[in-house]
């Protein structure tokens, strides 16, 4: 149960990656932050590090964290932040919000929530003049 929550916190703290719109130097600071995400992932695979909250299947391949941070990295990099955002948005609390709702309702509604959640959070920045 431990793990299964801290996975969720995880999967929330995605978001932290779009701090990369208000720090000055983004393509070093990214550069860094997926260094290091790559790094970890090396040693996690060689088992020199043991991460907490992965799953049984994620021992001995590369994990999610490690493609949640290539997505991001490639969002960040190649597309305007009126789609990076919602979409990182989406990854990280859509995602971890199906998981929760699939464990106490039909996966089948519980996808139509996250369907809805990620059109109106999409639907909410397309439409924002802020960004």
Request: hydrophobic fraction near 55%; aromatic fraction near 14%.
């Amino acid at each position: 149960m431990r793990d299964h929550l801290l996975r969720r916190v995880v999967h929330a703290f995605g978001s932290i990656s779009l701090l990369y719109y208000v720090i000055p130097s983004r393509h070093l600071v990214l550069t860094l932050a997926f260094s290091v995400v790559g790094i970890i992932e090396i040693l996690r695979l060689k088992g020199k590090i043991n991460l907490i909250g992965m799953r049984d299947y994620e021992k001995n391949r590369i994990s999610g964290f490690f493609f949640f941070a290539t997505g991001v990295a490639i969002l960040l990099n190649f597309f305007p932040c009126q789609i990076a955002v919602p979409c990182i948005l989406c990854a990280s609390f859509a995602d971890p919000i199906v998981g929760e709702l699939k464990r106490k309702m039909k996966k089948e509604i519980a996808y139509v929530v996250m369907f809805v959640f990620s059109f109106i959070v999409f639907f909410i920045i397309l439409n924002s003049s802020t960004m």
